[in-house]
Nanobody, 129 residues
Framework: QVRLVESGGGLVQAGDSLRLSCAAS????????MGWFRQAPGKEREFVAA?????????YRDSVKGGRFTISRDNAKNAVYLQMNNLKPDDTAVYYC?????????????????????WGQGIQVTVSS
């Protein structure tokens, strides 16, 4: 069993930065691939970023690539982070941290929300224009 708790959300203006954190319980955190997903009102949940257990591979949705968002993890602290820069109003959503006890060379796996077994409660990020 893994418990995930997100923090760091809030209301910011376009162009600002935020850093989301996800604290995980459990002794085998480094065995889990970790993902960030988001869901805006009236829209489907969508993949944002993911990182493998060792932290040496990361995956992003196209709209946040190029350094706008960066996912990282600290296995010693059982934590995963999402640094979000140059935020846009379209980034407004509830952001969820997710964990999956698997690893895959296929990037499509990381975008599939149903493959993650554990989810946080979500945290609101609102970007005003």
């Amino acid at each position: 069993q893994v418990r995930l708790v997100e923090s760091g959300g809030g209301l910011v203006q376009a162009g600002d930065s935020l850093r989301l954190s996800c604290a995980a319980s459990g002794r085998t955190f480094s065995s889990y691939s970790m993902g960030w997903f988001r869901q805006a009102p009236g829209k489907e949940r969508e993949f944002v970023a993911a990182i493998v257990g060792r932290g040496d591979n990361t995956y992003y949705r196209d709209s946040v690539k190029g350094g706008r968002f960066t996912i990282s993890r600290d296995n010693a602290k059982n934590a995963v982070y999402l640094q979000m820069n140059n935020l846009k109003p379209d980034d407004t959503a509830v952001y969820y941290c997710a964990a999956g006890l698997w690893d895959s060379p296929d990037s499509n796996y990381y975008e599939a929300w149903h493959l993650y077994s554990y989810w946080g409660q979500g945290i609101q990020v609102t970007v005003s224009s």
